[in-house]
């Protein structure tokens, strides 16, 4: 199974849970849009909600490269939390996993984030936000891609 998911432009939503150290999970609700501008060059932009308390939207804005295999990628996005942020993903078979790190964080935040295909129109998602050594936050969640 081909990935449909950043390799393809496209429409997804996203519907999970977002844990932190002080609280209980919360439901988080988003949008995610890819759109690919040359062959090798893509953009994602994503905006996570909590539709269940008070909390602010994480808008995110990401633009990446693709290497010549196709097989590795590097980003730089706007991370309304973590401010600007570089990265590295890997496509393997049956996911995609990336890590990435702030640039000007002085909490020296850093993250990581897999996403498992289940099907070409779903992935489950699951990746968190370090500070130093410790887990500052959570994020589980399904993917679907919308028509």
Not at 68 to 91: A, K, P
Not at 122 to 129: A, D, L, M, R, W
């Amino acid at each position: 199974m081909s990935h449909s998911f950043l390799l393809e432009p496209g429409k997804w939503k996203l519907q999970g849970s977002w844990l932190t150290r002080e609280t209980l999970p919360t439901p988080v609700e988003g949008k995610l849009l890819v759109a690919w501008k040359q062959a090798n060059c893509f953009q994602v932009v994503t905006k996570l909600s909590f539709p269940e308390n008070d909390q602010a939207d994480i808008i995110i804005k990401s633009r990446g490269r693709m290497t010549d295999h196709e097989r590795q990628y590097t980003f730089v996005l706007q991370h309304n939390l973590l401010g600007q942020v570089e990265g590295e993903g890997w496509i393997a078979p049956e996911s995609i996993i990336q890590r990435y790190w702030g640039l000007s964080d002085k909490q020296h935040r850093t993250g990581f984030e897999t996403l498992r295909q289940i099907s070409p129109d779903q992935y489950h998602f699951s990746g968190g936000i370090m500070a130093g050594h410790y887990l500052t936050s959570t994020l589980e969640a399904e993917l679907t891609r919308q028509s």
